[in-house]
């Protein structure tokens, strides 16, 4: 069975109270379940992470050429800052596609370059939680025509 890396960065825990006029009321599980829920009607199973701490997100994309076919990344806030998680997704070689609920090119100028978009292989942004399920979709359609 495929075996897709699902990476959420910080802060991605407190969704549902977390700015709900920005990033609505879904939850963090919300959004965990539905994930898993279409991952498995494609027969693919997911390994999900969340964390605050930008050492431990570059750890997991660096060990996910062993055993994952791809990476789903939400990097948050270090999205804008962060030269580590971009150098470790270019280093690992892993399809990787960014996701975000907000259209960070509408919000705060400082949210309007995203690092880590020249090195994935697509980003989807501004649908809300539909933006990690039109994310994973595709994801297994590109490891199916593959
Ligand atoms: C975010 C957008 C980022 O600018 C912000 O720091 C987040 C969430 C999004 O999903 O819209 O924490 O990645």
Redesign the pocket.
């Known amino acids: 069975m495929k075996k897709i890396l699902v990476i959420h ?4 825990n407190l969704l549902g109270q ?1 700015e709900p006029g ?2 609505g009321r879904v939850t963090l599980d919300a959004i965990n379940r539905e994930l898993t829920k279409v991952a498995k009607k494609r027969k693919v199973s997911l390994v999900i992470k969340q964390s605050n701490h930008e050492g431990k997100i570059v750890d997991l994309i660096g060990r996910a050429k062993k055993g994952f076919s791809a990476i789903l990344i ?7 800052t962060s030269v580590a998680i971009r150098d470790a997704i270019a280093a690992s070689g892993v399809l990787t596609v960014e ?6 090119y509408s ?2 100028e400082f ?1 309007h370059k995203s690092l880590i978009s020249p090195v994935v292989k697509g980003t989807i ?2 649908f809300g939680a539909k ?1 990690y399920i039109l994310g994973l979709e595709s994801i297994m359609d590109l490891i199916d025509a593959k």
């Open positions: 960065g910080p802060n991605l977390r920005i990033y939400n990097p948050a806030a270090y999205t804008h996701v975000h609920l907000s259209n960070i919000r705060e949210r942004l501004g933006s």
